[in-house]
């Protein structure tokens, strides 16, 4: 009796169960399976695998918001559209950026092939300090077989009639860094207009009025690529920002570097990798994390769940979209329990990266941002707004490609930081276990690191990812 009377209270006080109906992401109660997905009764043509919400992990993070672009200098969207449009531009029905077509190179020759839009813009705007954003699509051999990619800024001549005097960024190296492989989704860039090299008497920066692009490919060998509108973006950034991010569960790393960079009030970013390996030996604390978390103010981004494996037993390309979308809801569910903050922001692992198109859509649905990892030193730092949301370029410390250098900060990290200053960018380091002690050069290069840093807080703040997504 007195269990119907609770029952009967219970039911008059607390509000119903959301209906499955309401697309909400709902705690399944006894019984159920952490790894089922939630479908919609209501949506007839839902996929039977895919496209649903999970029943554990709360809410999918609100998703970034493309940049507005300031001007689009060049609209190459049909070949109608275009001057004099090359013999190997097509118009293909599959993947459209814009309306029911893309604008598609299909070449198989070294012959330079330029892009130019119907007519120079009305008015002609300030490019001064600003980006330049355009957008491509690998569909085949784009890696290696990409020689130029050559965008011209003009502010003179028309279309028709372009001249020899213009601002130009051969992207060529941006494109196949971040597209390599077989056919992927459509990616965007941004470079600073600082960045552009004058040829002839070069543009008026603050009175561009158009742009043109010129592919070329670097064989006779058959290489496809989709292409997209080149647009200003504004640059929000006002002076350098440097975001240190650290990969997997080292702890001696982790607690070299929070003790460093605590002296200068620095944060960093910590990507757990597998989550659920939290707490064993030789990993770290969940103590560890909420301290780092609540009283020195880093950011908990997200990484792996339970595995950094694409095949194999358990691997992620091993899983129905169904189970993938559990995998990562589990993640955000355990960082609810943690209390932790910044997981809306994710990266890629290490057999899990930009080009693997099974996996791309669990992270586009769970995450707002993605950070990718390359080796190797970048000409051109990562911009904010991001060039492209879903792949943050972040260089990687150096662990696996310089090791102990004694030059390891002189050479590498102080160019990086260097180069986020001079092209008001964002510099974005990446370590893993440098910091432990066995590389005896890399504890004293992180203090010149930290040093510097402070050294320079008039021209660049560390900051974290969340500070620049969510101000």
């Not at 001007?71 to 293909?92: G, H, K, M, N, Y």
């Not at 860094?177 to 002839?200: I, M």
């Not at 390996?277 to 604390?285: N, R, W």
Request: glycine share 10%.
């Amino acid at each position: 009796m007195r269990r119907l009377f609770l029952a009967c209270l219970a039911a008059a006080v607390l509000p119903p169960a959301a209906s499955p109906a309401t697309g909400q992401a709902l705690t399944g109660g006894p019984g159920v399976s952490p790894a089922t997905v939630l479908p919609s009764p209501d949506w007839a043509q839902q996929p039977a695998d895919g496209d649903k919400a999970p029943l554990v992990g709360g809410r999918i993070h609100e998703r970034y918001r493309i940049a507005t672009p300031m001007a689009v200098l060049a609209s190459l969207d049909q070949t109608t559209r275009l001057i004099s449009a090359p013999p190997e531009a097509s118009d293909v029905v599959s993947d459209p950026l814009y309306g029911d077509t893309r604008l598609t190179l299909s070449m198989a020759s070294t012959n330079a092939r330029q892009l130019r839009p119907l007519a120079a813009m009305a008015t002609p705007v300030n490019a001064t300090g600003q980006l330049i954003r355009f957008w491509t699509k690998p569909i085949a051999n784009v890696e290696p077989r990409l020689g130029a990619y050559k965008i011209r800024l003009y502010s003179e001549g028309s279309p028709g009639s372009p001249g020899g005097n213009y601002l130009e960024f051969n992207a060529a190296a941006l494109i196949r860094e971040g597209q390599k492989g077989g056919e992927q989704r459509w990616g965007s860039f941004t470079v600073p207009v600082s960045a552009f090299t004058a040829v002839g008497s070069g543009a008026n920066v603050a009175a561009v009025s158009w742009a043109l692009v010129e592919v070329q490919a670097n064989s006779a060998s058959p290489m496809t690529i989709a292409v997209g509108n080149v647009e200003i973006v504004a640059n929000a950034l006002t002076k350098a920002k440097m975001i240190i991010g650290f990969d997997d569960q080292f702890p001696a790393t982790i607690a070299y570097a929070s003790r460093a960079m605590a002296r200068y009030g620095f944060r960093g970013v910590l990507y757990l990798s597998p989550a659920i390996d939290t707490g064993k030996a030789g990993k770290l604390a969940s103590a560890t994390i909420k301290n780092l978390h609540d009283n020195l103010g880093w950011q908990i981004a997200s990484q792996a769940w339970s595995t950094e494996a694409a095949t194999g037993a358990g691997g992620i390309d091993m899983m129905t979209a169904d189970q993938r979308t559990a995998e990562m809801a589990k993640l955000r569910n355990w960082q609810n329990a943690l209390g932790v903050t910044g997981g809306g922001h994710g990266s890629y692992f290490s057999n899990v990266g930009v080009g693997d198109m099974i996996a791309y859509p669990m992270f586009r649905q769970h995450f707002r941002s993605m950070r990718a990892y390359y080796f190797g030193e970048f000409a051109q730092v990562e911009t904010y707004p991001w060039g492209d949301p879903m792949r943050i370029r972040a260089m990687g410390a150096g662990e696996f490609q310089w090791g102990n250098n004694p030059s390891i900060y002189s050479t590498y990290w102080k160019n990086h930081v260097d180069r986020a200053i001079a092209q008001k960018g964002v510099g974005f380091l990446v370590f893993h276990d440098g910091l432990a002690g066995s590389m005896s050069n890399w504890q004293p290069a992180f203090d010149q690191l930290m040093a510097y840093l402070d050294a320079n807080r008039a021209s660049i703040d560390v900051v974290t990812v969340e500070d620049l997504e969510n101000p």
